[in-house]
C-alpha cells in the first residue's frame, strides 16, 4: 500500500517534532528492523577491538562534530 503525504506544509518545528515521533515509534520495534550483514560484522570487529583493548578511547563529540560541520 502506498501513501503519499505532503511535509512541505509543515515548519522546521514540526518537522522535527514528526521526526522524533518516528523514531520513537521505529525504536519500540527495533527487533524487527533488519541487520544488513556487512553491518553486523563491522560492530562484531569494534566489539571485539574494545574487548581486547586494541580501539582507542575514541573522540568527544564536539571534536566530531566541529569536524563535521566543517565539510
Not at 518516528?22 to 574494545?50: F, M
Amino acid at each position: 500500500m502506498s501513501r503519499d503525504f505532503d511535509l512541505s506544509s509543515l515548519s522546521p518545528s514540526e518537522c522535527i517534532l514528526l521526526a522524533e515521533q518516528l523514531w520513537e515509534r521505529a525504536s519500540r520495534h527495533q527487533d524487527d528492523i533488519p541487520l544488513p550483514p556487512t553491518h553486523l560484522e563491522e560492530l562484531n570487529r569494534r566489539l571485539d577491538a574494545i574487548a581486547s583493548g586494541n580501539m582507542g578511547p575514541g573522540e568527544p563529540w564536539e571534536v566530531v562534530r566541529d569536524r563535521l560541520w566543517k565539510r
